[in-house]
């Protein structure tokens, strides 16, 4: 595990933004603890954390380096622990066109995180080699919505509760341009890429993601977004017997 303890740390900072919100837990399909202000969030899932910087320049020194340090203060100035995310504990890149995810190898060290998110007064997200901060949130109200993660994430696995995107479907609509659309989950991903989009005949690779990031309300019926790899966004729904997708500015429904 890749922690350190510190009795006392002054951290000095350079550009840092501090976040200052109240922690909310969502128990949709991808439960999730976040923490959202004007441009910056920090969402806890199962087994990963995602966090949008105020730029995307952070997002892409983060992936650059590899690395992150996540210090943990009890007050606005003093560092009571830390972990050092890197290659050697965590996956990081950058999804959704934009948020770092940290995926990390060892529950044992996710677990770490979430016991000192829960405990302490701020988090400061900063560079591995720098005291120069990517920006710091305010950890009140976190300790409730930690523990509401959990007991759902428990709960998921204890069931075995899998959410995947409805296979076997085509979507037709469109304005001017018909499209037929037709998602297909494969069966051996290409790495980040675990989904095969084709429209139209001409096919793209696209990831799933299962939450909207930073927003406590999904719309009615949301299942999951596949976010294509030329940028493109599908997003799939399906309440009681329609089922369709949205893309771009229109609605393509069931047509098989």
């Known amino acids: 595990m890749s922690f350190q303890t510190i009795s006392i740390g002054t951290l000095m900072m350079a550009m840092a933004t501090t976040a200052s919100a109240e922690w909310s837990f969502n128990s949709g399909p991808n439960p999730n603890a976040f923490i959202q ?11 990963r954390i995602r966090f949008a910087p105020a730029g995307y320049e952070d997002s892409q020194d983060i992936v650059d380096k590899q690395g992150l340090s996540i210090r943990f203060l009890k ?59 990517y920006g710091i949130f305010d950890l009140k109200g976190s300790g409730a919505a930690i523990r509401s993660l959990r007991s759902a994430c428990d709960s ?9 995107a409805p296979e076997g479907i085509v979507y037709c609509g469109g304005g001017a341009i018909k499209r037929v659309i037709e998602p297909v989950i494969l069966d051996n991903p290409d790495g980040e890429w675990d989904t095969r989009v084709t429209v139209n005949g001409e096919s793209i690779r696209a990831m799933t993601a299962y939450s909207y990031f930073g927003n406590s309300e999904p719309p009615t019926g949301f299942v999951v977004a596949l976010l294509g790899e030329d940028r493109s966004e599908f997003l799939i729904f399906s309440e009681g017997s329609a089922n369709w997708l949205e893309y771009g500015d229109y609605r393509y429904d069931q047509c098989n």
Not at 38 to 44: A, D, F, I, K
Not at 103 to 114: K, M, R, T
Not at 156 to 164: I, V
Request: glycine share 8%; charged share 15%.
């Open 37 to 47: 202000t004007g441009n910056m969030t920090l969402e806890l899932q199962c087994n």
């Open 75 to 133: 007050n606005g100035t003093t560092e009571v622990g830390a972990f050092q995310v890197g290659a050697e504990n965590a996956a990081l890149q950058i999804v959704d066109n934009y948020p770092v995810e940290i995926s990390f190898n060892s529950q044992q060290d996710y677990g770490f995180v979430l016991d000192q998110l829960a405990a302490n007064a701020s988090v400061n997200l900063s560079m591995v080699d720098q005291d120069i901060s």
């Open 156 to 164: 998921d696995a204890s069931q075995g509760t899998s959410y995947e």
